[in-house]
T-cell receptor
Framework: NAGVTQTPKFQVLKTGQSMTLQCAQD?????MYWYRQDPGMGLRLIYY???????DKGEVPNGYNVSRLNKREFSLRLESAAPSQTSVYFC???????????FGEGSWLTVV | GENVEQHPSTLSVQEGDSAVIKCTYS??????FPWYKQELGKGPQLIID?????GEKKDQRIAVTLNKTAKHFSLHITETQPEDSAVYFC???????????FGSGTRLLVRP
């Protein structure tokens, strides 16, 4: 998981609160991704950014917004957190061909 | 959009036996198929991948096969060891969309 850094690692939110998950990569990758992983389920794509300046919806974008701040950073924002957003969130990055997509260590988010 | 199905959801094998995990995909535009291993509390780590112009790839005890016509690909682990115990995910990626879509995962248990 070298090269993709996520913060915070753990967070507890109250319903309705907002927060931003930060992600940075130092591999000069063009594409970046945000996934969520729920117990017993696979990773579901929330949003992705194929290159700096572009973002696109994935499989489960509702309730989230993203910002590709620059080539290195891709943040995920929850404007009004809901208990259904309790999950583990993973950021990932890949080169322009999609080869070798690397993942961060995850951010554990609990919404109460 | 792309849909990736993965089987089985759990697999228990005796140490030294082989393990096979199978995936199917729906989007004929997908052209890159990575496999990830996820250990408890960690992010997914790439273990092997294959491009659509190749039918098989090996790396020591692991191999991946791809049948592009049937839209399925498989992971083969030979001479399994207890440290192979983890959750394994297949995924499909299309250069045209930059989306990496995951299967639901297989929990592999290697019994000593």
């Amino acid at each position: 998981n070298a090269g993709v850094t996520q913060t915070p690692k753990f967070q507890v939110l109250k319903t309705g609160q907002s927060m931003t998950l930060q992600c940075a990569q130092d591999m000069n990758h063009n594409s970046m991704y945000w996934y969520r992983q729920d117990p017993g389920m696979g990773l579901r794509l929330i949003y992705y950014s194929a290159s700096e300046g572009t973002t696109d919806k994935g499989e489960v974008p509702n309730g989230y917004n993203v910002s590709r701040l620059n080539k290195r950073e891709f943040s995920l924002r929850l404007e009004s957190a809901a208990p259904s957003q309790t999950s583990v969130y993973f950021c990932a990055s890949g080169d322009s061909s999609g080869n070798t997509i690397y993942f961060g260590e995850g951010s554990w988010l609990t919404v109460v | 959009g792309e849909n990736v199905e993965q089987h089985p959801s759990t697999l228990s094998v005796q140490e030294g036996d082989s393990a096979v995990i199978k995936c199917t995909y729906s989007d004929s535009a997908s052209n890159y198929f990575p496999w990830y291993k996820q250990e408890l509390g960690k992010g997914p780590q790439l273990i092997i991948d294959i491009r659509s112009n190749v039918g098989e790839k090996k790396d020591q005890r692991i191999a991946v096969t791809l049948n592009k016509t049937a839209k399925h690909f498989s992971l083969h682990i030979t001479e399994t060891q207890p440290e192979d115990s983890a959750v394994y995910f297949c995924a499909a990626f299309a250069d045209s969309s930059y989306k990496l879509i995951f299967g639901s995962g297989t929990r592999l248990l290697v019994r000593p």
